[in-house]
């Protein structure tokens, strides 16, 4: 099993930053590929981000790029998500998403199926 928890959600304005924080614990996380996902009010749980386990790999959605970059450290156990230009839009609950696989190619890590283990998620609301 592998534990997640996820830190760093707020209210903040349009064209702020936020930085997002996801602690696991319970395996070896170097054993895991990690994303973020992120689901608004009424509408389906998307993908935003991936990194392999090695962090030589990330993928972000057309939605976030340029704007929102992945990062993780091993040491710590804690896979981040760096958003700025945030976006009325971004407003979601933002969940951070264990895979155990050692794929590179993280462009095959988009859908939720692919990932074992969830956490609660932690709320972004960007206002106008």
């Known amino acids: 099993q592998v534990q997640l928890v996820e830190s760093g959600g707020g209210l903040v304005q349009a064209g702020g930053s936020l930085r997002l924080a996801c602690v696991a614990s319970g395996q070896t996380f170097s054993n895991y590929a990690m994303g973020w996902f992120r689901q608004a009010p009424g509408k389906e749980r998307e993908f935003v981000a991936a990194i392999s386990w090695s962090s030589r790999s990330t993928y972000c959605a057309d939605s976030v790029k340029g704007r929102f970059t992945i990062s993780r450290d091993n040491g710590k156990n804690t896979v981040a998500l760096q958003m700025n230009s945030l976006k009325p839009e971004d407003t979601a609950v933002y969940y951070c998403?264990?895979?155990?696989?050692?794929?590179?190619?993280?462009?095959?890590?988009?859908?939720?199926?692919?990932?074992?283990?969830w956490g609660q998620g932690t709320q972004v609301t960007v206002s106008s």
């Open positions: 998403a264990a895979a155990r696989t050692i794929t590179q190619q993280m462009s095959t890590m988009s859908t939720r199926s692919k990932y074992d283990y």
